[in-house]
Structures are given as structure tokens and as C-alpha cells.
T-cell receptor, first 112, second 115 residues
């Protein structure tokens, strides 16, 4: 099946620092999505990317859909304590069911 | 504004027992999915459905069954629980994936422990 490699697996940063995480795939995706999961909750969508090369921002978050359609990154600027959580990338291809393939997640910890 | 609702939130099963994880959505979404999330890992697709009466296997379907008799409901059945099925299960729904407005909505999860 399709594989998504997400890195880093975890980050422990100081409040106010910028954060960058990325996902790479051996397969092409038509859509890239970034989710955040808080403890005990389901993932919640942060940003959706639909076109190769697209750069999209949502407040302090910026994400890009790689030109090759095999990668994406998420940046968080000026991190705050509530940014703590697990961030997942997900790729969607136009196969049967339009299934999402998830990366392994990046656990973000922010030190006040 | 319920969205995707899963029940129960927690369950402990003995090996060999069976149970059904319930999932319902009130957004009239055609696409529904069941994922499992093991500790420190991403989500793996168990089964999915593209509409009432239609289901198909995902990446890790063994040991599970699903049905989709209505648009709203997508229950996941474990017939003979095994310790390897200890995980957190998430149900999700989506309206028109691949149409440029994809957003999969997730339930809050069911934490299952098999002992």
C-alpha cells in the first residue's frame, strides 16, 4: 500500500519558536491534508491543499503541496502552549473510496 | 451540531468476546471510514463505505466486519476479539472527497482493550 513518511516523530521546543514538519511519499497524491489531534480526541483538520505547488496559510500555520505531489510541509510560527498535540499529514488519491493515507504523526511539545 | 458520534468511548473485552462499535453521522455524508490508531502511530484504514449498501476493505480489515444499511450509520463488528485488536478506533465521514472540498470529520474515538 501507499506509505507516508512523516518527520520528525517528535519535537520539544520553547514557546515562541517556529516549527517545521514534513511528509514524503513514494506515491502521488491529489490532495494533502494536515490534522491536529489533542489527547483523547479525534483528528481535526487544520489545512487542506488541492494543487501541486499550492501554499496555504491558516493563522500561524502555513502548509505547502510539493510540486512533485509526493511531499508536503507544515510550518507553525511563534508556537504557543496550546499548539501541543500530535500533527498528522494525510494524502488522498482518487482511488476507490478516495481513502486517506496517514503519516505516523509528529508529537509537538511546547515549553512555556 | 453533532457531526460524527461514536459509542462507546471505552470498552474492555475478554479474548474471544464480540462487540459492535457504533458510528453515526448527521451530515448526510456518503463516504464513511473506520480507522484504528495504535500507540504512537498514525491511523490505518480498516473498512470504508462510499454509500449505503456498499462497503469495502481497507488496509487492515482482518478480524472486522462492517455494514452500511443507512447513510447515517456505519457499525464496526469484532467477532472474536484478540489482544492485537487493542487500539483506539476512529470513525470518519466525508462528503465528496477528491472534489476539491475534502474534509474528513472524525468522531472522538473508542478506546478498546482486549485482555
Amino acid at each position: 500500500g501507499q506509505q507516508l513518511n512523516q518527520s520528525p516523530q517528535s519535537m520539544f521546543i520553547q514557546e515562541g519558536e517556529d516549527v517545521s514538519m514534513n511528509c514524503t511519499s513514494s506515491s502521488i497524491f491529489n490532495t494533502w491534508l494536515w490534522y491536529k489531534q489533542d489527547p483523547g480526541e479525534g483528528p481535526v483538520l487544520l489545512i487542506a491543499l488541492y494543487k501541486a505547488g499550492e501554499l496555504t496559510s491558516n493563522g500561524r500555520l502555513t502548509a505547502q503541496f510539493g510540486i512533485t505531489r509526493k511531499d508536503s510541509f507544515l510550518n507553525i510560527s511563534a508556537s504557543i502552549p496550546s499548539d501541543v498535540g500530535i500533527y498528522f499529514c494525510a494524502g488522498q488519491s482518487n482511488n476507490a473510496g478516495n481513502m486517506l493515507t496517514f503519516g505516523g504523526g509528529t508529537r509537538l511539545m511546547v515549553k512555556p | 451540531n453533532a457531526g460524527v458520534t461514536q459509542t462507546p468511548k471505552f470498552r474492555i473485552l475478554k479474548i474471544g468476546q464480540s462487540m459492535t462499535l457504533q458510528c453515526t453521522q448527521d451530515m448526510n455524508h456518503n463516504y464513511m471510514y473506520w480507522y484504528r490508531q495504535d500507540p504512537g502511530m498514525g491511523l490505518k484504514l480498516i473498512y470504508y463505505s462510499v454509500g449505503a449498501g456498499i462497503t469495502d476493505k481497507g488496509e487492515v480489515p482482518n478480524g472486522y466486519n462492517v455494514s452500511r444499511s443507512t447513510t447515517e450509520d456505519f457499525p464496526l463488528r469484532l467477532e472474536l476479539a484478540a489482544p492485537s485488536q487493542t487500539s483506539v478506533y476512529f470513525c470518519a465521514s466525508n462528503t465528496n472527497p477528491g472534489q476539491g472540498d475534502t474534509e474528513a470529520f472524525f468522531g472522538q474515538g473508542t478506546r478498546l482493550t482486549v485482555v
